[in-house]
């Protein structure tokens, strides 16, 4: 699975941005899919996860109520709606994905297989 997040760019605080994350294969559909972002300076972490089936979400708690992530499996995309953008989103946001089926936890990044490269996301005060 190769993936490719876009989306990302410079707003102020409080705007909304959208990212994207396209995936390669045919078998999008069974592969549980994951943002993470890394702050300037600090450790890549977790932010929202879809579960394979798409019937459940996970996010972390700072984004609950602001970020919504989502997917269309018939384009091969996920997405993460970002709303009421704050300038501790400020980070690179990477798109990921574990393997066929999983029906583990979400939230530890050395469980996703597959990774895409990162999409900056700045949000100015």
């Known amino acids: 699975v190769q993936l490719q997040a876009s989306g990302g760019g410079l707003l102020q605080a409080g705007g909304s941005l959208r990212l994207s994350c396209a995936a390669s294969g045919r078998t999008f559909s069974s592969y549980g899919m994951g943002w993470f972002r890394q702050p300037p300076g600090k450790e890549r972490e977790f932010v929202a996860a879809?579960?394979?089936?798409?019937?459940?979400?996970y996010y972390t708690d700072p984004v609950k109520g602001r970020f919504t992530i989502s997917r269309d499996d018939a384009k091969n995309t996920v997405y993460l709606q970002m709303n009421k953008l704050k300038p501790e989103d400020t980070a690179v946001y990477y798109c990921?994905?574990?393997?066929?089926?999983?029906?583990?936890?979400?939230?530890?990044?050395?469980?996703?297989?597959?990774w895409g490269q990162g999409t900056q996301v700045t949000v100015s005060s």
């Open positions: 990921a994905a574990v393997g066929p089926y999983y029906s583990g936890s979400y939230y530890d990044d050395v469980q996703y297989k597959y």
């Open positions: 879809i579960h394979w089936n798409g019937g459940r979400q």
